[in-house]
């Protein structure tokens, strides 16, 4: 999706980025039920996000970027999973990748990189495989000559049909992950709109295969990862789900409050001659205002726990704070992003459930993304650092 500007780029500040993103994320509203049911891809919508240079929003001020805290980001992906999360769900793999630059790349990297986003070029990734023990690799890179070649298939590759870079893994001879991003057109590279979930269905989360494919040693991401220390790319990466939850929440109380104005009649032995009266209409939209509001704030405050390591140098300590708070954001978002989108139904009677609507995908949307990293192990390893000091697991999901 390369925009084809010059080095000479704008330079953008965090009040732009929040002016273009309240003018054009209401459109993605319109068409969205049907998109889902449909399964039309958004590559519109997010083209238009990539046109208003809405995924740099951490790109820091001296290599042209705005320079956004982990906060103000948040607050953007929670506004796109407000009007379509599988748009939001969809970037993910962007915003990690920018926020691995900044946390352990060369300089030359990130000059690289950030020049590519600033142009408008977009990073999918080529993600988890099947068949094996989670996390398992069985896709292989081998020495060509003075390039390598890659053979597997990634089953998870979020966001890859929207992508100029897929990113990815393989294990070498000696059977150690090395990582690596290519372009999205090179020989070989095969991406399938075959994600088959419940929810989520738009994200482009479908298998990647690798044929043979040449990558070239400039190719190979040259940072080092500590197996025995927390990135905080880690935490960064499970808040990124819980804004997509929270978001959905957003959209429910959106189409609640719409459906009871618009549409819903009272029952037949309410007293009330519309149903924006019925008290129990009142109490459901309450209800779920109530838990769009928690969702969104507990997700905003673990965002300042991951600026607050940022600030602090990202020192140990405050990074583990922070992967703490994102657990608990998590559980709590989950928890009532699914109840807001099955007290949905309760705002009116058996129309509600009308396939125009499509009021069932934004519970199914919620339960997929929750089924990422299941909740009852944030809340149980939450648990054992209250009750007994001990840190939460290094896994890359917390």
Do not use: C
């Amino acid at each position: 999706m390369s925009l084809n500007i010059m080095s000479d780029i704008e330079q953008l500040n965090i009040f732009e980025l929040q002016k273009r993103a309240k003018k054009l994320l209401p459109t993605f509203a319109e068409g969205s039920a049907e998109r889902e049911r449909e399964r039309q891809l958004p590559y519109a919508q997010i083209e238009a996000l990539v046109e208003a240079r809405l995924l740099t929003w951490r790109i820091p001020q001296q290599y042209g970027g705005a320079g956004a805290s982990v906060r103000e980001t948040v607050q953007f992906i929670i506004d796109v999973a407000s009007y379509d999360s599988n748009i939001a769900q969809a970037l993910r793999p962007s915003f990690l990748f920018i926020e691995s630059l900044l946390s352990n790349a060369s300089e030359a990297e990130k000059q690289r990189w950030f020049t590519r986003y600033l142009q408008g070029e977009v990073v999918g990734n080529a993600g988890w495989e099947i068949g094996g023990a989670n996390g398992a690799i069985t896709t292989t890179i081998v020495a060509d000559g003075e390039k390598f070649r890659v053979n597997g298939s990634k089953y998870y590759s979020t966001g890859g049909l929207y992508s100029d870079w897929i990113s990815a893994v393989a294990l070498n001879e000696e059977e150690n992950p090395i990582f690596f991003i290519l372009p999205r057109d090179r020989t070989g590279l095969e991406l399938l709109d075959d994600f088959d979930a419940m929810g989520q269905r738009l994200t482009a989360s479908g298998t990647t295969h690798l044929n043979n494919v040449i990558v070239y040693s400039e190719e190979i991401q040259s940072r080092e990862w500590n197996k025995d220390k927390r990135s905080i790319v880690t935490p960064f990466a499970q808040i990124f789900l819980a804004a997509v939850e929270a978001g959905i929440a957003k959209n429910v109380l959106r189409d609640a409050v719409k459906f009871a104005q618009e549409k819903a009649r009272p029952i037949k032995h309410s007293s009330v001659e519309k149903s924006v009266d019925d008290p129990y209409v009142e109490f459901t939209v309450g209800e779920i205002s109530a838990r769009a509001f928690a969702a969104e704030s507990v997700v905003l405050q673990a965002a300042d726990r991951i600026d607050e390591a940022w600030v602090n140098h990202l020192s140990e300590d405050t990074v583990n704070l922070a992967a703490l708070d994102v657990a608990q954001a998590q559980f709590i978002a989950i928890e009532n992003t699914l109840k807001a989108a099955e007290r949905l139904f309760d705002v009116g009677g058996a129309s509600t459930t009308a396939r125009g609507n499509n009021f069932d995908r934004h519970w199914r949307n919620a339960r997929t993304v929750a089924n990422h990293n299941p909740r009852d192990w944030k809340a149980a390893a939450v648990g054992a650092y209250r009750l007994k000091a001990i840190e939460l697991p290094l896994s890359g999901l917390f």
